[in-house]
């Protein structure tokens, strides 16, 4: 079974703070995606990452930062954390093959609820 | 700009009842479209994945239906029961993404006894 594990389940910080989120997945994905998801606006994507050091921006990119250093880990970096960006953050990995079959499946971790204060 | 919406936001049903949660997108140029479900404060798993090129897609009680052609789609849930109690999501891979996904915001689904 894919397993994707995030660093904490429940994260307070204070405005100003700078804020790291961690992922790791453990079946060798080479894409792997930061969501942020707020009542009544669903899934928005932060940033995404199709190999180690590569990143691309998502829909929502201002006041976060990612890091892909290695290939099964994924950061989630908020420069300086402000009371907007208290939300739940999920992060995910996405399957282009299993076994023999091609599939397209992203796989999500528990998520992060981070509060800031 | 792909556009996803679900409705309605929030249904409840008596055990037993099918249920039927409708997804519709605004471009059909997709790959595909992924139904996935939510428990309160986890994570997402991926219920059903249905090619651009399919009509439907099946998995035990639950059967997903696609109109490319029309920007729907409709997941069918038979015999509900109160496990199914949960946020169903529907998300379609735009063809110009790189494994993106756009989401719908979800309906909440509530099976009383």
């Known amino acids: 079974d894919v397993k994707v594990t995030q660093s904490s389940r429940y994260l307070v910080k204070r405005t100003g703070e700078k804020v790291f989120l961690e992922c790791v997945q453990d079946?060798?994905?080479?894409?792997m995606f930061w969501y942020r998801q707020d009542p009544g606006l669903g899934l928005r994507l932060i940033y995404f990452?199709?190999?180690?050091?590569?990143?691309e921006k998502g829909d929502i990119p201002e006041g976060y930062s990612v890091s892909r250093e290695k290939k099964e880990r994924f950061s989630l970096i908020l420069e300086s954390a402000s009371t907007n960006q208290t939300s739940m953050y999920l992060c995910?990995?996405?399957?282009?093959?299993?076994?023999?079959?091609?599939?397209?499946?992203?796989?999500f971790g528990p998520g992060t609820r981070l509060t800031v204060l | 700009k792909q556009e996803v919406t679900q409705i309605p936001a929030a249904l409840s049903v008596p055990e037993g009842e099918n249920l039927v949660l409708n997804c519709s997108f605004t471009?059909?140029?997709?790959?595909?479209l992924q139904w996935f479900r939510q428990d309160p404060g986890k994570g997402l798993t991926s219920l059903l994945l249905?090619?651009?090129?399919?009509r439907e897609q099946t998995s035990g009680r639950l059967n997903a239906s696609l109109d490319k052609s029309s920007g729907r789609s409709t997941l069918y849930i038979a015999a509900s029961q109160p496990g199914d109690s949960a946020t169903y999501l529907c998300?379609?891979?735009?063809?110009?993404?790189?494994?993106?996904?756009?989401f719908g915001a979800g309906t909440q689904v509530v099976v009383t006894p």
């Open positions: 995910a990995s996405r399957s282009v093959r299993e076994g023999l079959k091609i599939t397209d499946t992203q796989y």
């Open positions: 079946m060798d994905h080479e894409n």
């Open positions: 990452s199709y190999d180690v050091k590569m990143k």
């Open positions: 471009d059909s140029a997709i790959y595909n």
């Open positions: 249905i090619q651009s090129s399919q």
């Open positions: 998300a379609v891979r735009p063809t110009d993404s790189w494994g993106k996904l756009q």
